[in-house]
């Protein structure tokens, strides 16, 4: 698996999550400030609400641009070889009678991006998953938090 196709595609979900975080920030400042939120009453709070929604989504977008910013600034460490699992390696792992892939990121957790045929849950380093793999070889087992056993196969 070509890591840097999937921190491209992590950074492409990455940047959608954007467009969209800006699309509503501003449709909620463009409510907020609409003749149709102008307040009728004291106690009618439509346009105030607005706001406070417009400046929201803008905070999310703030975190989204970061979050890309990471990436794209430590793209050379994440995609260099990895043989433990640490943030930027790719592990394959037997668990629940089947394989799953997962990719340690500083950012991203929970996206799940499809690469060559394979899905690849996106997971951080404070992930109870990365927990309980951190620092381990291909070859070697682990215990989740519920019991579930788990073998790791490879890691890249």
């Known amino acids: 698996m070509d890591k840097n196709d999937l921190l491209e595609a992590l950074i492409g979900t990455l940047k959608e999550e954007l467009r969209k975080s800006v699309d509503a920030s501003k449709d909620a400042a463009g409510y907020a400030t609409d003749d149709q939120a102008r307040a009728e009453s004291k106690w009618d709070t439509q346009g105030i609400e607005a706001s406070y929604l417009a400046a929201g989504q803008a905070g999310q977008a703030r975190q989204w641009a970061e979050a890309i910013s990471l990436l794209e600034q430590t793209r050379e460490d994440l995609t260099a070889p990895r043989n433990e699992v640490t943030s930027g390696a790719v592990v394959?792992?037997?668990?629940?009678?089947?394989?799953?892939?997962?990719?340690?990121?500083?950012?991203?957790?929970?996206?799940?991006?499809?690469?060559?045929?394979?899905?690849?849950?996106?997971?951080?380093?404070?992930?109870?998953?990365?927990?309980?793999?951190?620092?381990?070889?291909?070859?070697?087992?682990f215990v989740l938090g519920n019991g579930a056993s788990g073998t790791i196969l490879s890691v890249e």
Do not use: N
């Not at 799953?100 to 500083?106: A, V």
């Not at 950012?107 to 793999?133: A, K, N, W, Y």
């Open 92 to 141: 394959k792992c037997a668990l629940a009678g089947g394989d799953e892939f997962f990719f340690i990121s500083p950012v991203g957790g929970g996206e799940v991006l499809q690469i060559d045929g394979d899905e690849i849950t996106v997971v951080t380093m404070r992930s109870p998953i990365t927990l309980r793999i951190l620092g381990k070889r291909a070859g070697e087992s």
